[in-house]
């Protein structure tokens, strides 16, 4: 835990839309309150071991694992339950802070002991009806992903999966992970008193007494199940590369039926393993280049499994390479208040608690910034942005990729050396080199009958003084290679 010199300027901005002071000893309602009112609104960041309305001032923060589960219980406490990230601590001084933050474009309504409210200014203030009824509109407030399908059992869940979760987060999880699981949505306290084991011997999770106690939700079934399809046979991804640039040409496929995180690297490295790839000549200099920017890619697939409707059955996450594009289809249109229009700048998070523990896997960021890297990713590439479309049942993204048209036979991009003004026997000694490493008159002339020696003897020189070629030997010893 370092000094965090962002906390210095976050102490000098007074109270606000999306900021909020709070001291040590606050009680867990006023948290509950503030956060409440920061879900309903546009997110925001709660400092708790600060005080001060005009300017904060650091207090700090003595037990900071009681202020910890302060806040994830303030969290807790929220109808329905807030989903937060982790609160992050930083030092000021001599003083630590703890910071939590409440994510924007939730995607529901929140309460808390029936009182609805939202951020204003720089405090906390109750929503009139028509503004409720108008949030309640925008958002929905159907969560599916927090149902519990009837009859689903404990023992649905994988323990091994669960435990390298709880590793990865530390102590706070790992000391009680199903209670840390609720806090993520992933299961909810249990009315019934099932006692059913799998078949073949005791359940692993009997010794945590969570039979009976704890079930499943669809959200915790998705990402840690032992058997994903058993329950949701839509949640899978379909794989195909085409040859040519039509469904109708010939094609590799590949489905992935597994948890949401498993199911997320393994397509990934199908599409880096299918993606065309290989070097090329940039201006003097090689370079390696790829189809499409993995990181578009990754964005478009995570995407795609964060954030499509899971309640929509009979078709799953859908990705085709062609030779010129990326389509990327989801089940379900655009949620919320996101339109085409507003894509960009609005964030809205049909699955919140998928995306916090995509995000603790490292998988997803929680802001909701995967649109603007995509969009930077394809322009730092030199290509067209990412194009979005909402079909009649689904949500599309195109990627346009590398021209492979343009290319030689070693993925040589030949486009930069004929707007050098090379001509075409100076292009082909150029990709007769990538391969051969060395090329003397002999070999151009073999490639070029037609064409007399002197011609390709000047062919040859001019490309050692433009500096692309290095003329080595004497007489007929003499050979050129890359300078």
């Given at each position: 835990?370092?000094?965090?010199?962002?906390?210095?300027?976050?102490?000098?901005?007074?109270?606000?839309?999306?900021?909020a002071?709070?001291?040590?000893?606050?009680?867990?309602?006023?948290?509950?309150?503030?956060?409440?009112?920061?879900?309903?609104?546009?997110?925001?960041?709660?400092?708790?071991?600060?005080?001060?309305?005009?300017?904060?001032r650091?207090?700090?923060v003595?037990?900071?694992?009681?202020?910890?589960?302060?806040l994830?219980?303030?969290?807790?406490?929220?109808?329905?339950?807030?989903?937060l990230?982790?609160?992050?601590?930083?030092r000021?001084?001599e003083?630590?802070?703890?910071?939590?933050?409440?994510?924007?474009g939730?995607?529901?309504?929140?309460?808390?002991?029936?009182?609805?409210?939202?951020?204003?200014?720089?405090?906390?203030?109750?929503?009139?009806?028509?503004?409720?009824?108008?949030?309640?509109?925008?958002?929905?407030?159907?969560?599916?992903e927090?149902?519990?399908?009837?009859?689903?059992?404990?023992d649905?869940?994988?323990?091994?999966?669960?435990?390298?979760?709880?590793?990865?987060?530390?102590?706070?999880?790992?000391?009680?992970?199903?209670?840390?699981?609720?806090?993520?949505?992933?299961?909810?306290?249990?009315?019934?008193?099932?006692?059913?084991?799998?078949?073949?011997?005791?359940?692993?999770?009997?010794?945590?007494?969570?039979?009976?106690t704890?079930?499943?939700?669809?959200?915790?079934?998705?990402?840690?199940?032992?058997?994903?399809?058993?329950r949701?046979?839509?949640?899978?991804?379909?794989?195909?590369?085409?040859?040519?640039?039509?469904?109708?040409?010939?094609?590799e496929?590949?489905?992935?039926?597994?948890?949401l995180?498993?199911?997320?690297?393994?397509?990934?490295?199908?599409?880096?393993?299918?993606?065309?790839r290989?070097?090329?000549?940039?201006?003097?200099?090689?370079?390696?280049?790829?189809?499409?920017?993995?990181?578009?890619?990754?964005?478009?697939?995570?995407?795609?499994?964060?954030?499509?409707?899971y309640?929509?059955?009979?078709?799953?996450?859908?990705?085709?390479?062609?030779?010129?594009?990326?389509e990327?289809?989801?089940?379900g249109?655009?949620p919320?208040?996101?339109?085409?229009?507003?894509?960009?700048?609005?964030?809205?998070?049909?699955?919140?608690g998928?995306?916090?523990?995509?995000?603790?896997?490292?998988?997803?960021?929680?802001?909701?910034?995967?649109?603007?890297?995509m969009?930077?990713?394809?322009?730092?590439?030199?290509?067209?942005?990412?194009?979005?479309?909402?079909?009649?049942?689904?949500?599309?993204?195109?990627?346009?990729?590398?021209?492979?048209?343009s290319?030689?036979?070693?993925?040589?991009?030949?486009?930069?050396w004929?707007?050098?003004?090379?001509?075409?026997?100076?292009?082909?000694?150029?990709?007769?080199?990538?391969?051969?490493?060395?090329?003397?008159?002999?070999?151009?002339?073999?490639?070029?009958?037609?064409?007399s020696?002197?011609?390709?003897?000047?062919?040859?020189?001019?490309?050692?003084?433009?500096g692309?070629?290095?003329?080595?030997?004497?007489k007929?010893?003499?050979y050129?290679?890359m300078?």
């Amino acid at each position: 835990m370092d000094y965090d010199e962002s906390i210095e300027a976050l102490l000098a901005l007074p109270e606000g839309p999306q900021l909020a002071f709070a001291r040590e000893k606050t009680r867990l309602d006023d948290l509950a309150e503030t956060l409440v009112s920061f879900a309903n609104a546009q997110g925001g960041t709660l400092v708790l071991g600060a005080a001060g309305r005009a300017k904060a001032r650091a207090e700090g923060v003595r037990d900071l694992a009681a202020a910890r589960d302060l806040l994830l219980e303030a969290a807790l406490a929220c109808t329905p339950p807030l989903i937060l990230p982790l609160p992050r601590a930083a030092r000021h001084g001599e003083a630590t802070l703890l910071l939590a933050s409440v994510p924007a474009g939730l995607s529901q309504v929140y309460s808390l002991h029936g009182k609805y409210l939202r951020r204003e200014g720089g405090t906390n203030q109750p929503l009139a009806p028509n503004a409720l009824r108008r949030l309640l509109i925008e958002r929905g407030d159907v969560s599916w992903e927090r149902g519990a399908p009837e009859g689903a059992s404990i023992d649905e869940l994988d323990l091994h999966k669960v435990n390298t979760y709880a590793r990865r987060l530390g102590p706070e999880a790992e000391d009680e992970p199903l209670e840390f699981l609720r806090r993520r949505g992933c299961v909810t306290q249990s009315v019934t008193t099932d006692n059913r084991r799998p078949i073949g011997g005791e359940s692993p999770w009997s010794a945590m007494g969570a039979q009976g106690t704890y079930a499943p939700t669809n959200a915790g079934l998705l990402l840690f199940a032992r058997s994903v399809e058993d329950r949701f046979p839509q949640a899978e991804i379909t794989l195909v590369q085409y040859r040519g640039h039509d469904m109708a040409d010939a094609f590799e496929r590949e489905d992935v039926r597994d948890t949401l995180p498993e199911a997320v690297r393994r397509a990934e490295r199908w599409l880096m393993e299918h993606m065309r790839r290989g070097s090329r000549m940039a201006g003097l200099e090689r370079q390696d280049w790829t189809q499409f920017p993995p990181g578009a890619v990754r964005e478009a697939l995570v995407n795609a499994v964060a954030h499509r409707d899971y309640s929509v059955r009979g078709e799953g996450v859908r990705i085709g390479l062609f030779a010129d594009r990326l389509e990327c289809y989801s089940p379900g249109r655009l949620p919320g208040h996101v339109t085409l229009e507003n894509l960009v700048a609005e964030r809205f998070s049909r699955n919140e608690g998928l995306v916090q523990v995509l995000a603790d896997f490292g998988l997803i960021e929680r802001l909701g910034y995967g649109i603007d890297r995509m969009l930077r990713q394809m322009e730092n590439a030199g290509l067209p942005p990412p194009q979005f479309r909402e079909t009649a049942a689904g949500f599309l993204v195109t990627l346009q990729g590398q021209p492979v048209e343009s290319l030689g036979p070693e993925g040589l991009d030949t486009r930069e050396w004929v707007r050098q003004g090379l001509n075409e026997r100076q292009v082909a000694a150029l990709i007769f080199l990538a391969e051969q490493r060395r090329i003397t008159n002999r070999d151009l002339q073999d490639l070029h009958p037609d064409v007399s020696p002197e011609t390709i003897r000047r062919d040859l020189s001019d490309l050692v003084d433009r500096g692309v070629l290095l003329r080595v030997g004497e007489k007929r010893a003499t050979y050129y290679i890359m300078k």
